[in-house]
């Protein structure tokens, strides 16, 4: 299958590229003329160059493709705080290219930040039936084109699938922004740590697996999917780093083990993705960034 992939370059864009051309299918990939693609140009067969808000690039872009995956998001009009900017480029830009893949299927990477106000109907185990009730702008994104998805779907009856990756970790390409990286330089350094909280992590092969698995198939058509993994405080994740450091660091470790809410992973292994890596997940790829981050 052609596949039309926007955000290419990036952490997860470049990880869904290589699954997919592993897969034996063929990626038109659209990059920004700032980013850097040498990681991801051996995955794609037509690298395109332009804004996902850019009309004039769509075209090249989707081409033969019978599939759009939109996993781009225009990070600096996000946080420039000048919303009629974020708004043109992040919702319209996104619904009009919505519109010109209107004969494609049309894969929506969206985010577990749809959700915020958890419900008590629910009992603490979220699935893909709980509202959308977001607590910030990235979330509310999100959400409102989840549902402009379903009425694609529901409307003129559009192949669409959204999957719902919560905080993505791996060793990303811009290594500084690789989940753990800060945390590993704190206790490099000799700092206590006293970051409190935590979150639902999922590795970023097990959510470029998830796309793999939704392209092409009528079985994910109309669905959404959440993928989340496993909970883990911050100072879990610092306490794994200390042992594999070798260092003496305190570590604030008073914040609640275990979260009020977990997502369902039903629909995700109906994908066959197990999501079952568990914390030993987690622990791996610390092992694997403190190396690299030695090596670099």
Not at 186 to 197: D, I, M, P, V, Y
Not at 221 to 239: E, H, M, S
Not at 247 to 261: A, G
């Amino acid at each position: 299958m052609h596949v039309a992939l926007t955000g290419a370059s990036g952490f997860i864009g470049s990880t869904i590229a290589r699954h997919l051309h592993e897969a034996g299918h063929t990626v038109a990939g659209l990059l920004r003329s700032s980013s850097r693609g040498d990681h991801v140009e051996p995955y794609l067969t037509r690298l395109v160059i332009g804004d996902q808000a850019d009309e004039t690039v769509w075209p090249e872009l989707l081409e033969g493709a019978q599939c759009l995956i939109h996993n781009s998001v225009d990070w600096e009009a996000l946080r420039s705080g000048d919303l009629d900017r974020h708004l043109q480029s992040n919702l319209a830009g996104s619904l009009k290219l919505f519109g010109a893949a209107r004969d494609r299927q049309l894969v929506f990477i969206s985010s577990v930040a749809v959700h915020h106000d958890m419900r008590p109907r629910w009992e603490g185990r979220v699935d893909e039936d709980h509202p959308t009730r977001p607590a910030s702008l990235y979330g509310a994104l999100k959400a409102a084109l989840e549902a402009h998805l379903w009425a694609a779907h529901f409307e003129r009856g559009q192949h669409t699938a959204s999957l719902r990756p919560c905080a993505v970790y791996g060793i990303d390409p811009a290594l500084r922004r690789s989940i753990g990286y800060s945390i590993v330089k704190q206790l490099q350094e000799g700092k206590a740590f006293t970051r409190t909280g935590g979150g639902k992590f999922v590795h970023v092969d097990d959510v470029a697996a998830a796309v793999c698995a939704v392209v092409g198939n009528p079985e994910a058509n109309g669905r959404v999917f959440n993928l989340a993994d496993c909970y883990a405080r911050w100072a879990d994740l610092a306490v794994m780093a200390r042992d594999f450091l070798g260092v003496e660091v305190e570590i604030d470790l008073s914040s609640p083990s275990q979260p009020k809410n977990q997502f369902t992973k039903d629909a995700a292994r109906s994908l066959g993705v197990e999501l079952d890596r568990g914390q030993e997940g987690i622990r791996d790829h610390l092992r694997e960034l403190i190396e690299v981050m030695n090596i670099a």
